[in-house]
């Protein structure tokens, strides 16, 4: 029997085939530039905080601000995310991933530059509401994207990467709110937050391809499978593997409240609800709650730092062994490690140790809400997925919403930081027990044409273990031209 020659510039030392190297390229644009989409997500979500004390002292530059208001203007950024992200599960299924993300990087940056420009308190709210809807539309959009481009058996880890842009945006703007804030003042650090519209936009434009998965759901299978040999992203029909048969063919939200996905969807919005309060209460109280330890305001802050440090490398390590060892046990892991070192914060540990346990609760907070995005994506079937990558980000965020209240009620009861830290830690545990409730869901993948067929065989979707899933019918591997 004749093989077929090497394809032109394959290498004898790499196993991967011309289209498992295509894939493989595919996705790392695909996950480049998503994930710098929610660097600048969080970046805005975090430099109202770096910039709030300038705008508080000084009435000269949006006008008198007294605390009430300034908490009102920075929950209505969240509020904007909630309803961008809901809101994109409307829209998700039926427009494509591409689309969203380019529409919602320009909102986003059109209404950081605007926000900069403000000179009234109004004004100023106005638009942080307004640019939270673009950055919703982000948050929900990407994973719902990367679960279509990433190779099977490492979605968890593109997931991780992906969404620990937030944590890593957040670094940023602490970093460059310590820097640059007095020589370029807060308008200039939102105009840098402005500035995907310059370079990310276009290199989008250009480089962020439409799922082909997702032109086959709309029956646009020429455009798919042309698609399909562009990127090298293998064409598959998804169906829910259950007793009942295969998947209700509805789309959006419809399919997500549907009887198949209904328990999975409510458990998984209880979920990233509890990250979400977690992430959002310890990230606005943390150094407060330090400060009633007796620890100066250095010190404080570096516990802050070392939080989201920790969800950014332990979020990225949890997703390896999410990828092997399946993403629910790993999350309910994590949750698990998170409310044992909260609880663990409250002894008189020296404070290198107290470092080491924030750490590992940044892995069990925001580290895990990564895991949970990239959980619920792989969830799934592709004509629900948005819905339900956007269901789950926009409920979370009403536990974002509640995290810094949560905090706020506390310290207005005179309830110290021991306290505190026993309470989120009590929602990390609840967060554990929803994540193991949640039914196990698995994917049969179908090959849609013979060219894909043999190379996705046995291929899991979700990356859990599991037994292997083989097309129903046997495809040959096509024969050499003569």
């Not at 890593?168 to 105009?191: N, S, Y």
């Not at 391809?209 to 997702?214: A, H, V």
């Amino acid at each position: 029997m004749t093989l077929p020659s090497p394809a032109p510039g394959s290498t004898s030392h790499d196993p991967r085939t011309p289209n498992e190297r295509k894939e493989r390229r595919t996705a790392n644009w695909v996950a480049a530039i998503v994930c710098m989409a929610l660097v600048f997500d969080g970046f805005d979500l975090t430099i109202y905080g770096a910039v709030l004390s300038t705008l508080l002292d000084d009435p000269g530059q949006i006008g008198t601000l007294d605390a009430a208001a300034a908490g009102t203007l920075g929950s209505l950024a969240l509020i904007g995310v909630l309803v961008g992200s809901l809101t994109c599960g409307f829209l998700g299924d039926h427009f494509g991933r591409r689309r969203l993300i380019l529409g919602g990087i320009a909102w986003f940056s059109v209404g950081m530059f605007i926000t900069a420009l403000t000179t009234t308190v109004p004004a100023f709210g106005a638009m942080r509401l307004l640019t939270g809807l673009g950055l919703g539309v982000i948050l929900a959009t990407a994973g719902a994207a990367m679960a279509e481009f990433a190779p099977a058996g490492r979605r968890n880890f593109y997931n991780a990467v992906v969404y620990s842009g937030i944590p890593a945006g957040g670094v940023i703007a602490a970093l460059l709110g310590i820097l640059l804030l007095e020589p370029l003042g807060w308008r200039g650090l939102f105009m840098l937050g402005a500035t995907p519209l310059l370079f990310l936009l276009p290199l989008a434009w250009f480089k962020l391809p439409e799922s082909p998965r997702w032109l086959l759901s709309r029956g646009r299978t020429e455009q798919a499978h042309a698609a399909s040999a562009q990127t090298g992203i293998p064409l598959l029909e998804e169906q829910v593997v259950q007793q009942e048969g295969a998947a209700p063919a509805r789309r959006g939200f419809a399919a997500i409240f549907s009887r198949r996905f209904l328990v999975a969807t409510i458990l998984l919005g209880f979920m990233s609800f509890s990250g979400l309060l977690l992430t959002y209460g310890l990230n606005t109280w943390l150094p407060r709650i330090m400060e009633g330890y007796g620890f100066g305001t250095n010190y404080s802050l570096s516990f802050l730092l070392i939080l989201n440090c920790g969800a950014v490398l332990g979020g990225i390590i949890a997703s390896t062994a999410a990828d092997r060892l399946g993403a629910q046990r790993i999350v309910a892991t994590t949750f698990v490690l998170a409310a044992i070192t909260l609880v663990l914060m409250t002894f008189a540990f020296p404070a290198p140790v107290l470092f080491l346990f924030i750490a590992v609760a940044g892995v069990g907070t925001l580290g895990t809400q990564v895991l949970i995005y990239g959980f619920s994506s792989n969830y799934y079937t592709t004509n629900a997925r948005a819905a339900g990558v956007s269901w789950v980000a926009g409920f979370g965020r009403i536990g974002g919403v509640l995290g810094p209240l949560v905090g706020g009620w506390l310290a207005a009861l005179g309830i110290g930081g021991g306290s505190a830290f026993y309470i989120f830690g009590g929602v990390a545990l609840f967060g554990a027990l929803v994540t193991l409730a949640v039914p196990r869901q698995r994917t049969l993948e179908r090959a849609a044409c013979p060219a894909v067929a043999s190379a996705m065989a046995g291929a899991p979707d979700d990356g859990r273990p599991g037994p292997t899933v083989r097309p129903a019918q046997p495809v040959q591997p096509a024969q050499p031209t003569q």
